[in-house]
Nanobody, 122 residues
Framework: QVQLVESGGGLVQAGGSLRLSCAAS????????IGWFRQAPGKEREFVAR????????NYADSVKGRFTISRDNAKNMVYLQMNSLKPEDTAVYYC???????????????WGQGTQVTVSS
């Protein structure tokens, strides 16, 4: 089992950057692939990015490809989401999650953080 806590959200102008952090507790952190998802008001939670246990494999939603970068530091039990060139449509609550199955669907992920708000002003 793993517990996840996100941080780093905030208010930023369009074109700006933010780095989200996901701190994990539990000795099995390195055995989980980690994903970032987001949920805007009135919309379903959507996949943003994922990273394999070793950090070698990453995947991104088309909407963030080339702007966002996911990374992890297993020695520190941390996962990061660097977000550049932010757009107003990136406004959402961002969640990190630990996967039980390598995938991009919410049901592939068993453990979730509480989320952190990202607001991008135009």
């Amino acid at each position: 089992q793993v517990q996840l806590v996100e941080s780093g959200g905030g208010l930023v102008q369009a074109g700006g950057s933010l780095r989200l952090s996901c701190a994990a507790s539990g000795r099995t952190f390195s055995t989980y692939a980690i994903g970032w998802f987001r949920q805007a008001p009135g919309k379903e939670r959507e996949f943003v990015a994922r990273i394999s246990t070793s950090g070698i494999s990453t995947n991104y939603a088309d909407s963030v490809k080339g702007r966002f970068t996911i990374s992890r530091d297993n020695a520190k039990n941390m996962v990061y989401l660097q977000m550049n060139s932010l757009k107003p449509e990136d406004t959402a609550v961002y969640y990190c999650a630990a996967a039980t199955v390598w995938g991009t669907r919410t049901y592939n992920y068993a453990y979730w953080g509480q989320g952190t708000q990202v607001t991008v002003s135009s």
